[in-house]
Every structure is written in structure tokens, then in C-alpha cells.
């Protein structure tokens, strides 16, 4: 019985050793990750990692901010449907009017098998993954249909991402009942980054890093006044407020909490002259990286005239020689 008892203790340690392995591959390899070292970080990313190749469909809640979407696109990329569409559908954005054409098309015929679904997402989607983003924005027809589909097997894995508690939403009766219960067979929650401090420092210093090394730049030094400074916010929009402001303060120099503050708001609730100041200031500072600051280059690129130029970069407050050398 000992030996028998060895044997599988043996056998349990190497498939272990095993997992782990694979899953530090996995956070090793290029592209988006999710880091953090806190323990509610360490379980979620073991559930990301083993869902890869899972054939569920899965719900995401957290707050906004905190990281749905990159877990949804990695759950993607790193599974047996890499090669197959990731097809993301933003709920909040679209009217109500509009969603249920976007999602399944205009035909309004029968919609038992994935050919059904002409023109529209879920067959973009294919036999690959849609992901749904703030799915409590689906209209009650929508949401119908779609749980429906979820009884089907020629179809796409759902990835649905919600900041509410669609548990508490759909015994109110404000989310369909049917459809919860399929999407919460597999539910993850995504911690806010205040209960997660442990984290914030290790994130911002690899934000600094990732973004001095995309444009070019030297990244600011993390000290321990900027750590004490960074630990005493309360980050409500959490790791994309983190983000947004580790580019300011790479492109920028040293700024205030105060100044980032509200730029980890969703994109959505922008105007259209705030999204194309963001691009125009982009595109500038993009042009500026390249030609070193020198501003006949990006005349002659942009197509301006000299005193338009100056203009915008003192309206973005962007200064050549932060660019020479």
C-alpha cells in the first residue's frame, strides 16, 4: 500500500510540475499578461491559464478597468481557437435598436444553426470566441436570442464581461434568468486594484518600462516618494487609470494624481473632440519621435504649415526638444 500510495504522490507532483511549467511558458511568452503577485491575482491567472483550452462559455465581473477584456483576448490567443476569429462586441456603445441586428444579423428567419446568422457577429465569430462587453447593455430580445444560441453547438465560445451583479440583475428580473445560468458555469471576478496595493508598484514600474521602450525614451525613475504617492490613491478606475497615468508621466514628466485622475474613465463616455484630440496629439507626438524633434520633417510628413504646427503642439504641450537626440 505504500508504495501504491508513493506512486501516486509521485504521479500528482509531476503533472503539477507540469501545469506550473506550462503555465510560466505561457507568462513568459509575447504579448499582454496579466501580472501581480497578490493572491487573488495567482488564482485568476491559474483560471485564465487553464480555461485556455476549455470549450465553455465564460462570464468575467469586475469593475471597469481592472482587466476583462485583456483576460477575454488572452483566453483567445493562448487556446486551441488562436487561429479561429476574436470578434468583440462593446454593449455599452451600440444603441439598443442596433444590437440585436449587430449580434444576429437582419435576417430574421430561423436561427437554429450558425448559418443563420448572415451578416452578423456571431457568424464573424465562426467556431472562434465573441466576446460580449458589457453584456447587462443586451436588450431583453437580444439576450433571448442569445441564450438560445448558447443551447446550440455549432457556434462561437461566449466571453461575456459585466461591471454588475448579474446575479442580483436577474433575480430582479433585469437580465434574463436562462441566460445567467448558462454564462455562470463559469463565473471569474477581477478584484478592484485597491484590494489588490500589493500589486500597484509592480504594475506601474512595468507600465513606465513598456511605455519608454515603445517610444523611445528613458522611464522615469519609480522612487520611494512616488511609491508612497502611488499606494495613497485609491485607483477607481483601476489598472487602466494606472496605465493612463504611467503614459503621462513617461511622456509628460513628473505630474500630479491629481491631473491623471478620471483618465481611466471608459473611452465611451469621450466625445468625438476629445477622442480626436487624443489621436491628433498621438499622431504628433508619434511624428516628432521619429524626426527627432525636427520640425521641417513633420511639416513636410503632416502636411502643415509652420504656424499650424506651432499651434498644435502648444495646445498639446508638446516640445521639440524633449525630442532631439
Not at 449587430?102 to 437554429?112: N, R, T, V, W, Y
Not at 461591471?163 to 454564462?183: C, E, H, T, W
Not at 483618465?263 to 516628432?288: M, N, P, Y
Amino acid at each position: 500500500m505504500d508504495v501504491l500510495r508513493r506512486g501516486i504522490e509521485k504521479r500528482a507532483l509531476v503533472l503539477e510540475n507540469r501545469e506550473l511549467k506550462r503555465e510560466l511558458e505561457t507568462q513568459s511568452a509575447p504579448g499582454p499578461r496579466i501580472l501581480g503577485n497578490s493572491e487573488s491575482v495567482k488564482l485568476l491567472r491559474r483560471t485564465v491559464f487553464y480555461q485556455k483550452d476549455q470549450t465553455g462559455d465564460i462570464l468575467l465581473q469586475g469593475e471597469r478597468g481592472t482587466g476583462k477584456e485583456l483576460a477575454a483576448r488572452l483566453i483567445h490567443d493562448q487556446g486551441n481557437r488562436q487561429d479561429e476569429p476574436f470578434v468583440a462586441v462593446k454593449c455599452r456603445q451600440l444603441p439598443e435598436a442596433l444590437l440585436d441586428i449587430e449580434l444576429f444579423g437582419s435576417d430574421q428567419h430561423g436561427f437554429a444553426t450558425l448559418p443563420g446568422y448572415k451578416n452578423s457577429k456571431v457568424a464573424a465569430a465562426g467556431k472562434g470566441t465573441l466576446f460580449l462587453d458589457g453584456i447587462e447593455a443586451l436588450p431583453a430580445k437580444s439576450q433571448a436570442r442569445l441564450s438560445e444560441l448558447l443551447t446550440t453547438d455549432e457556434r462561437p465560445r461566449v466571453i461575456a464581461s459585466s461591471r454588475v451583479d448579474l446575479a442580483q440583475s436577474a433575480g430582479q428580473g433585469k437580465f434574463n434568468p436562462a441566460l445567467y445560468q448558462s454564462l455562470s458555469a463559469l463565473k471569474l471576478h477581477f478584484p478592484p486594484l485597491r484590494e489588490r496595493q500589493e500589486d500597484v508598484i509592480t504594475l506601474c514600474q512595468n507600465f513606465v518600462r513598456t511605455i519608454a521602450s515603445r517610444f523611445g525614451v528613458a522611464p522615469p525613475s519609480v522612487d520611494a516618494d512616488h511609491k508612497a504617492m502611488l499606494l495613497q490613491h485609491s485607483w477607481p478606475g483601476n489598472v487602466r487609470e494606472l496605465r493612463t497615468f504611467a503614459e503621462r508621466w513617461v511622456l509628460m514628466g513628473e505630474i500630479s494624481l491629481d491631473d491623471a485622475q478620471g483618465d481611466g474613465q471608459d473611452k465611451e463616455h469621450d466625445t468625438l473632440a476629445d477622442r480626436l484630440l487624443k489621436v491628433e496629439r498621438s499622431i504628433l507626438f508619434d511624428a516628432l519621435n521619429r524626426h527627432n524633434g525636427m520640425l521641417k520633417e513633420v511639416q513636410n510628413e503632416l502636411g502643415l504649415a509652420r504656424k499650424t504646427l506651432y499651434e498644435k503642439l502648444k495646445k498639446h504641450h508638446l516640445d521639440k526638444e524633449n525630442f532631439k537626440g
